[in-house]
Structure formats: C-alpha cells, structure tokens
C-alpha cells in the first residue's frame, strides 16, 4: 500500500508543532513502518504568523478548522487545540460528518461528549483514536485497549497529572507550604490557564474517566466521578504520612464493584515503597490489574511536546496500517451505562487532627471512632509547644458513612480543634 | 463481523490451559472487544489423558499438531510447545503454508529462525504475532511495535527473565550464596529443564533479540549478542555494590550506535533508587527510550499462566479484530542486517579484587589503571582478618579494550589474588 496518508492538523501549540517536527524530520521510518508515507496536506491554528520552530510553507493553511476538517484532500483530521466545546468539538464533529479518521489529544472534550462524538464516527465507519489524551507517552489507552484485551479489568490506578505530582513531591522535598509551590508552578507556566483543571484533579479526572470507559465497557461518565483536589493538602500531611510509611498522591482509583462503578480521583496515602509511592516529580504512572495478567505498571513523562506528539503519531501509524479499534474498545453502541457507586470500597484511613491539651482528650475521640465502629490501627501524638497537640490515626479499614459519623461525633467532643484531616489510604 | 475466529492450540501445559481458561470463562465479554466470537476448533498435546484444570470434551484432539495446523477448520494456529525446532517449528512452518495466522510464546524458536517464519508468513499475506514470547503479561510487544512507532528508539533495557532476578534479591534478601538459591530455586521448580537457559542469560537473550529487531528494524541476529549469566555473582559483590548505592541485576540492554548494533545480556549495576534497581523477585521491567516519548517503563508479571495467557489472548484478539501488523513492525524482507557492534558503550565499571596485604599493593594496582587509562571514581578498602585486603573500585568511563588490558596489568603484579570481578555499571 503506497497511497499516502494524509493529515490536517488543527493547532499548533506545543503538541501540534511536535507532531509536525517528527513527520519532517522522520519520514523515511514512518513510512516504513506504517507501509505508506504519512503526509501533512494543511494546517490550521489561532495565529499564522508565529513562531513555532518548524517550517509549514509545505502546507495548505486554514483559518477555519472545521474548513480544515471538512476538507476532500485529507484522510485523518488530528485535533490538538483542546477545550472540551467550541471550535474543537465544532471541527471533530464537521470531521465525522465528512467522513474522516480523528486522532485527539483532547481528554475534556471526550469526557464530556466522547459518547455522542464515537456513536457518530461508528456509525460513519470511522475511528477516533485518543493515546495522546490520557498520560502523554505512556500508551496506555493501547495497552488497555488491545495488550489486556483478554482481561476482566479489576483495578485502575494513575497519577496521571503531572503538576499536581511536581507540586506534592517539591513540598515534601524542600519542606515548602502548597501555596509557596503552587505559586511557584504558576510563575513556571506549568498550570493550566485555570488551574482548577490541574490542583483540582479534573484534567486527571477526564483521563481516568476514559480509561474507566475501556476497562469496564461503560459509558463515559465524567460527572458521576468523585473528585477532590490538593489544595488541602497540608506539608504537616505530607511530614506526618511520612512518618508512617506512606507518600500522598493525587490517585485515581476506578474499580467495578457489587455496589456498581467506584470512580474517583482524590488525594491518597500509598505505601511509600510501592511504585506509586515511589513516583517523583511530573512523571506519570498508571497501574492496570487484570484477572488473568495480575499487576501491570506503566510509566512514563505524562505531557510535553515530545511525549504528547508520541502518542498522536501511535494513532497516526496504526491508521495508516489499517488497524482500526472502536474508541472505547468495543462498538459504543455496546457500552453500559455504569451504575455509579453510591460509596467506596472500605478502605483504611489516615486521620489528623488537633486535639485541646487537656486530660481525658483523647479518650473522648478514641469513645466517638469506637462508636462509629472504626478500630485504630496506629496512632501517635507528637510534641507540641502549642495549646493543641498533633495527633495522628491510621484506622483499620472503614466507610466514608462511618467516618462521617465520627466527623460528626468529634464535632461535639468539644476537645477537637479543628476539623480533622482524613485522607485514603490505597493499598497499591 | 459474526463470524467466529476458529483457533488450533497446540501445547497445553500452563499457559495452553490457561488460554483455554480464558476463552471458556470470559466468551461473552472476548466477543464484545473481538467484535465475533472466539472459538477453540482443536487442541494438540504431547498426553491426552491429563488433568489440566479445564475439560477439553468439546474440542477435537490432534496427536500431531503438524496437522492440526493444517486443519481447514482453523483460522489461527497458536503455538504453545516451546523449543527453538522440532515440532514447535515443524508445526509453525506448516500452519503458515496452509495459510494459516500464527500466535506463539516461542521466543527460542523466534530468535533462530523468526526471519524466515515471518518472511514465509508474510509471503503469504498471513501474520505471526508473538506478544506472550517476551515479558510474560507484559504489552511490551505492542507497545514497541505499535505505542511508540512514531519514535527512534534510543535504547532498550530490560530484566526479562524471573529467574535470575527471583535468585539475585533472594541472595541479597537472605544473604545466601548463588549455590544455594540455585538450589532453592531448581527443587522448586523454577528452573528450566535445561538451567542454563535461565541463569545463562540465554531466555532473556533471545527476548532481547527480539524487541531489538523491532526496535532498530534489523534482523533477529540471537548469535551475535554478548551473552553472560548470573553464575559468577557472589554474595559478596551484591553486598558491596549495595553498599555503594547499586544492586546487580542481569540486564538486557540494546541500542543502536555508531559503531554497529550493541546488544547485550549480562549482568550489570544500575542505581538502587531507580525503577529498575527497585525491581524485586520474579517481577519483570523494560525500558523504553525514544526519541520523543523519553523514557517509558513497563513492570509486570514475567511469566505464569495468567500473564502468559493474558498476552496470547492479545495476539488472538488483535487478530479478531483485524489488526495486522508485520511480525517485527515492518515487513520482514525490509529489515536490515545490523553490524555487531565490536565493543560496547564506554561506562563506568564496578571492580572488586583481593589485594595482598603488603606496602605498595594499592599503588602497584593504581598504575595498572592509570597506564590503562582508567581513571578511578571511588576506592574503598575493607577492613578483614585475612591474608589478602578485598579492594572495591567504582571506575570513571572505560572500555572493555582498557579493562582487558587492566586485567592483564594486574596479573603481573604479584598483589592482586584471583582473577578480579569485573561488572558494568548501567546509568539507567
């Protein structure tokens, strides 16, 4: 097969211009291995006259991106401008409708309307193909997809955004409040514009969202997802969590239960010798767990120029080989709608608190965790200059309803200064 | 498409059964992903009457599984005998005449005579797919071939054999000697008919060949590749080279240099911080590296029935699906036959020698590598009882040419007791 693929590209950041480098600079080898020469036809992003460290005098150049999209003279329409509506979900959409291929990178737009947008790319007779929207260059969504195809899914698990990664393992680093290192990413550009999509776990939350999608062959369900950021993380949390043996991650847990589908992207306590533990920095890592193939780790740089435009051409040569995939991994027609779980599985629990220094204290909050039936696994109080003292408790395994039971509880106790942090642990 | 996928299995020891597992227990949920349903047609073993966990009522028995493979019946022949000739290759080389697609996890068998099997197969418009061959569960197979084909693959690194790497933190766990473990491991059934193929290097070498054949598009070329087992590890070093911040592993490393195609399986140091010296018992890891994606990681289950099956169920569903790709990624009569790189990459070394306790040994043995051109980065002498002082040199960037010379240097001396132990130091 000879004929070339030929590809438009909408948007030219960072990603766009990375993709376009490596069909430049790689052509003979891509050609190789996708059995036919991968070619741009045009281009189209927000602003022509900019720099981007590559050249497109070679290509056609639309102002409009569904003109792009719509376009007879290209096979693939690859969307990099993200943004979950507007002019992304416009030409996606003006791309189906015509009759074309699309490799996205942009995970809030098949979130929110990925269900709709594969319906009609397969009723058409065509993919979309999204490696690039979850975990930058770790091809996860392929090895889910297709490497674990003969699994019952029984576990996902990611920190799959890299900023909130850099912000806990900085203040844990250099001892740093969040607001010192969050204003820090800030100033070094790695938030998003707003950067609730980051601190907030939503940009984490959408991949986790379409991953859980494949695993389970359900419909994506962005909403239904229990979502809590790192803003009220805490560096006595991280110092403390330390202590015990356990580093605080922005985890994403999604796992089909009895009580239907347990998704959410909260913070976490993970043992600080597991690989998630382990995790520094931005980089990205998803954990899969089968019934037959047990734990698989993946890791790798979760965004980037160079990581992103990996993907996007992942999905690019498989098109060009004629490996066409359903965009959740089987025809969306054929997904469920999940049943979200109304809790989450039993889990232990790590709980700080500041308790009055004064006698009988803690035996008030030791009465009200025994009677909301919740056991105590460790807990230490620490020395303290203050009127209220540190104290630490790593519980046994408890509900959400159990603990809020004790929130209450501790409420009345009169000795509780604070309310008390209480943060999951996962056991990875 | 509703029409079944009809599959010939031929070996059915763990990972027959387990394949036959998968397929009786998931039918409903392999359909949906395969878009057709998968059937067994036939099976073929060495005994009939054996339980193997799983009834085998409803298939026909071959006693040959040359033809079985030749059945009109069959779609794909999935080779699960093992060994690089005999019937595994006898049986492979007819089901691909008879037009037959292939799955295997006969990596022996691939890394002799993969270019001929794939040439024949691809000749006659069929695919062999090999996923199950290397890393267990691990998608690595794919996510070389397929995730990361948009990069130039920079290097590869892996520890791909259980085994060995079960033995060596065993040693380091409980302070054991090889010989031991060894033991240990043979009684309960660790080991290869035929250990040397584990502690040898020689399974995780044809792996290697393997991945590096499509990693770099060359020839599978398992003769030309720098062999070393695990035999020659002593407590003693494991202790030293923890002591210095690295743990020895036997690592597979292949990449692509100026001077030729380097690949090489041996054992190595790396850091004890990084994914690959965190790596414990039977656990398998490949590294990734490209020029765009960076570095990516994949850790899993290297071997057993599960992750075994899990990756032949891959192959079968790629297959179902309609996926075809070329058996090392690009079509066989295009690779390209790499050069033997001579000599390896310079890197640093580990030396660990037994000086004779007299003035003027240190020096005598600190010319040897000054006149090698070895420069030294770190020396501790030991404290001991004995007549000779152990002596451990962590070295700057060397050749093996400087280290052979040394090695000669040191012989002359006179104060160097035994043949010192010489161990690459892998920056990972």
Redesign the interface.
Not at 321 to 325: A, F, S, T, Y
């Given at each position: 097969m000879t004929t070339p693929l030929r590809l438009g590209i909408a948007g030219l950041g960072t990603v766009g211009a990375?993709v376009v480098k490596?069909i430049q600079s790689?052509a003979n080898?891509?050609a190789?291995?996708?059995?036919r020469p991968l070619t741009i036809t045009a281009v189209s992003a927000r602003t022509r006259d900019k720099d981007r460290g590559v050249s497109l005098d070679a290509y056609d150049w639309e102002d409009d991106p569904v003109a792009l999209a719509q376009r007879d003279d290209i096979d693939v329409f690859v969307e990099l401008m993200g943004g979950s509506d507007g002019p992304a979900k416009a030409a996606t959409e003006a791309a189906i409708a015509a009759g074309k291929d699309v490799v996205t990178a942009n995970k809030a737009m098949l979130a929110i309307h990925g269900q709709a947008l594969a319906e009609a790319a397969e009723a058409a007779g065509h993919v979309i193909r999204f490696?690039a929207a979850v975990a930058g260059?770790?091809?996860v969504v392929?090895?889910l997809t297709?490497?674990?195809?003969?699994?019952?899914i029984t576990r996902i698990m990611g920190v799959m955004n890299g900023t909130c990664n850099y912000i806990l393992t900085r203040m844990e680093g250099e001892g740093l409040p969040y607001e010192t290192v969050f204003n820090e990413a800030n100033a070094l550009g790695y938030l998003e514009a707003d950067p609730t999509l980051d601190v907030g776990g939503i940009d984490a939350g959408h991949k986790l969202a379409l991953l859980a999608s494949i695993a389970y062959?359900t419909k994506v369900n962005f909403a239904a997802m229990d979502l809590e950021g790192i803003e009220r993380i805490s560096i006595d949390d991280i110092r403390q969590a330390a202590d015990m043996g356990f580093r605080i991650k922005l985890l994403g847990v999604a796992q089909m239960t009895g009580r239907g589908l347990e998704c959410r992207m909260t913070p976490c306590l993970v043992p600080a010798a597991s690989?998630l533990g382990?995790l520094e920095g931005p980089t990205n890592m998803v954990v899969l767990e089968?019934?037959?193939?047990?734990?698989?780790?993946?890791?790798?740089?979760g965004a980037?120029e160079?990581?992103t435009?990996?993907?996007?051409?992942?999905d690019?040569?498989?098109i060009a080989?004629?490996?066409?995939?359903s965009t959740f991994?089987?025809?969306a027609t054929?997904l469920e709608t999940a049943r979200p779980a109304r809790a989450s599985a039993a889990a232990p629990y790590y709980l700080r608190m500041e308790l009055e220094d004064r006698p009988g204290a803690l035996a008030k909050v030791a009465t009200v965790l025994g009677e909301s039936g919740i056991s105590i696994d460790r807990m230490r109080q620490y020395r303290h200059d203050s009127p209220s003292a540190p104290v630490l408790i790593v519980t046994h395994k408890t509900t959400r309803d159990a603990l809020d039971h004790a929130r209450a509880g501790f409420a009345d106790t009169g000795v509780v200064a604070k309310d008390p942090v209480m943060i999951r642990i996962e056991m990875v």
């Open positions: 990375g490596i790689r080898l891509l190789q291995r996708s059995g490696e260059g770790i091809p392929k090895a297709e490497g674990l195809a003969g699994n019952q062959g690989p382990q089968g019934d037959a193939v047990g734990q698989i780790v993946l890791r790798g740089a980037g160079g990581p435009a990996s993907a996007v051409m992942s690019v040569i498989d080989r004629g490996i066409r995939v991994g089987q025809p054929a």
